[in-house]
């Protein structure tokens, strides 16, 4: 065949290049999905085989005709089988992660399966769908990803109607340290049951650490759809093999600063941020990499592990009446009870699953009537600890009794303030010290006052990169907005020192927001000479208490209302970092921005909004 004539690639490789482009243009939708899983799993498996061998090359470029003609064969032997669709819903990027895991399985299967943004789903199409499969998490206290929110709201409206014809399997992913665990993939599960569709396997809910979890579950997956191909295989045979995408080997090591296999880094330097005087003690923490195998990109986050308080753990033994020696046996290690409490357990984010245990090890049942009320537990277990709990039920636990009771200490995840580009070798953080009164008990935040009084220069601390994929610079040269309050500024630093490393050309707005600007401007030389550099293009500032009417960063969102709109009518990406009440307050604000600037209803102001986010144009990181 000729590659001249017509311009076209010929596959010279195989053995009857005719019958196969044959094949190809007479082929329907799903016998292409088909064969786009059946190649995939082929080229998977060869990928492996060759990089074991060692001959990457040779046998990448010079495959054989007689293995050609052998997925011809195959091609004709191997049933046609139905196309799952997979959504992903995400915000961090972890269902994404799943959904390759899940893809990478069916490709080595032979089961045809399309993956899809849930943002660029039709929602409309589930009225369509036969077999649908969703990955999908939980954004905070409950609420669907920005990507989902679309998708969400359309299957619980009256639109959709039955879908008795739907096959459907659904795994959530969320954190148990908040309330509503998995509630955004557990609502959907219900809700489409409840429209008459048909669950192909129970719902799965992963907590952070979501790898275990969800390779369990999509081996069940798997081994049922293999069953209703009428495929004989065992899932004890499903190996996994995670693929990841490709980068330079100096740059990337993948084995090491993931949840699941922290790094050490070492402390350079910590700096109190804020002016003498001010309400707030915000930390500037540099970390170095000296051997310069972590890799991270502006809008992830550290994972950082600690101590906790000793303070607190003095007045727990105290309550318990323990001398802190006594021997215990916590996640099958034997250690003193003191040990456990500042080293292993979780002694200051209260959940549901704590709670159910303490009632199961205590007797007190009472207990479960807050368990069993989402709403008076949130209000219960808001600004208390362990100890709380104990004295508000007057709980004497022994040691062992203690231990049995607790979950592992949960990192904390702090917003990376720095560029690898423009920081080589070293990560940047912005801590805000946590300090509030609590039942007559001051109380600070575990990890931000580890970091505040426990290390100096020269300490070791263990910590991983948490990926956030959907907190990302535009791939264009797209004008972004950046909305952030307190240590909300962090990624945004990240983002200015990375345009500044790249030469990128993006026209840039600042709106922030503290208290004060003579104690609380974060960064300002920084940002002082971003702009002077014109890489700051815009900087917009709110002190909400240096005059008697606070001002927010909404409120200088909306005096700069039409130059705003403007800018995201052009295509800037938008970014808000910071509290959820501000996240929702800016919201609403962009929102009239839009009606009022365009002069359209409430409704139709939505509808672009949700374009936006489509467009995967509007970012979040909210705590």
């Not at 000729?2 to 196969?20: C, R, V, Y």
């Not at 899983?37 to 990928?47: A, C």
């Not at 959820?580 to 365009?598: N, R, Y």
């Amino acid at each position: 065949m000729d590659t001249t004539s017509n311009n076209k690639p010929a596959l010279k490789i195989m053995g009857n290049n005719e019958f196969i482009e044959d094949v190809i243009k007479k082929a329907s939708l799903e016998e292409l999905y088909w064969l786009h899983g059946l190649l995939s799993g082929i080229i998977g498996t060869r990928t492996q085989q060759i990089f074991q061998a060692g001959s990457a090359t040779a046998t990448a470029s010079s495959p054989s005709t007689a293995g050609a003609t052998v997925l011809v064969e195959e091609m004709h032997t191997v049933p046609v089988t139905e196309t799952y669709t997979v959504l992903f819903a995400t915000q961090s990027g972890n269902s994404r992660k799943v959904a390759k895991m899940l893809e990478a399985k069916a490709n080595e299967n032979n089961i045809p399966v399309k993956v899809l943004d849930i943002a660029d789903y039709p929602p409309h199409q589930i009225k369509k769908e036969k077999n649908l499969i969703i990955i999908c998490s939980t954004q905070g206290e409950g609420d669907p990803p920005l990507s989902a929110e679309e998708f969400y709201a359309y299957i619980h409206s009256n639109k959709v109607g039955k879908l008795d014809g739907l096959q459907y399997a659904v795994l959530a992913l969320g954190d148990k340290s908040y309330v509503n665990f998995c509630k955004t993939g557990k609502d959907i599960d219900e809700r489409l049951h409840a429209l008459g569709a048909k669950r192909i396997i129970s719902r799965a809910d992963c907590d952070v650490n979501f790898k275990p979890t969800a390779e369990k579950w999509i081996n069940e997956l798997i081994s049922v759809l293999l069953e209703k191909q009428n495929q004989t295989r065992s899932s004890t045979n499903i190996t996994f093999h995670t693929t990841t995408e490709a980068a330079p080997a100096a740059a990337r090591n993948l084995d090491i600063f993931t949840r699941e296999k922290p790094g050490t880094l070492t402390v350079n330097e910590i700096i109190h941020l804020n002016g003498r005087g001010s309400i707030k003690d915000t930390l500037h923490v540099e970390l170095a990499d000296e051997k310069q195998q972590i890799f991270y990109q502006p809008g992830d986050s550290l994972g950082i592990y600690f101590r906790n308080n000793s303070l607190l753990v003095d007045e727990i033994l105290k309550y318990l009446k323990c001398d802190g020696k006594e021997m215990v046996i916590y996640q099958n290690v034997q250690m003193s009870i003191r040990d456990c409490l500042e080293q292993k357990a979780e002694l200051t984010l209260i959940n549901r699953d704590f709670l159910t245990k303490l009632a199961e090890v205590s007797g007190k049942t009472e207990i479960n009537d807050i368990i069993n009320d989402t709403g008076k537990l949130s209000e219960y277990i808001y600004g208390r600890d362990i100890l709380d709990v104990l004295q508000d039920y007057k709980i004497k636990f022994k040691a062992q009794q203690l231990a049995d009771t607790l979950y592992p200490i949960q990192p904390r995840l702090y917003s990376i303030a720095s560029s690898p580009l423009y920081q080589e070798g070293e990560v940047h953080l912005t801590i805000g010290k946590l300090q509030y009164q609590f039942n007559q008990r001051q109380k600070t935040g575990m990890c931000s006052n580890f970091v505040a009084t426990e290390l100096k220069p020269g300490d070791a601390v263990t910590a991983f990169v948490h990926e956030n994929e959907g907190f990302r610079l535009p791939s264009d040269n797209a004008p972004i907005i950046m909305i952030g309050q307190g240590t909300g500024i962090a990624p945004y630093r990240a983002f200015m020192q990375e345009i500044e490393a790249r030469g990128l050309s993006n026209k840039t707005w600042l709106f922030f927001g503290n208290p004060h600007f003579t104690t609380d401007f974060l960064y300002q030389t920084d940002w002082q000479q971003w702009y002077k550099k014109k890489l700051l293009t815009r900087i917009d500032l709110a002190w909400s208490r240096d005059q008697a009417e606070k001002i927010y960063v909404q409120h200088r969102l909306k005096q700069k209302a039409r130059e705003v709109f403007e800018w995201i009518d052009d295509g800037a990406h938008i970014y808000l970092c910071g509290g959820k009440k501000m996240g929702k307050d800016v919201q609403d604000t962009i929102l009239s921005i839009i009606q009022d600037i365009k002069n359209i209803s409430n409704d139709q102001a939505k509808e672009y909004l949700k374009n936006i986010k489509r467009q995967h144009r509007y970012h979040e990181d909210l705590y």
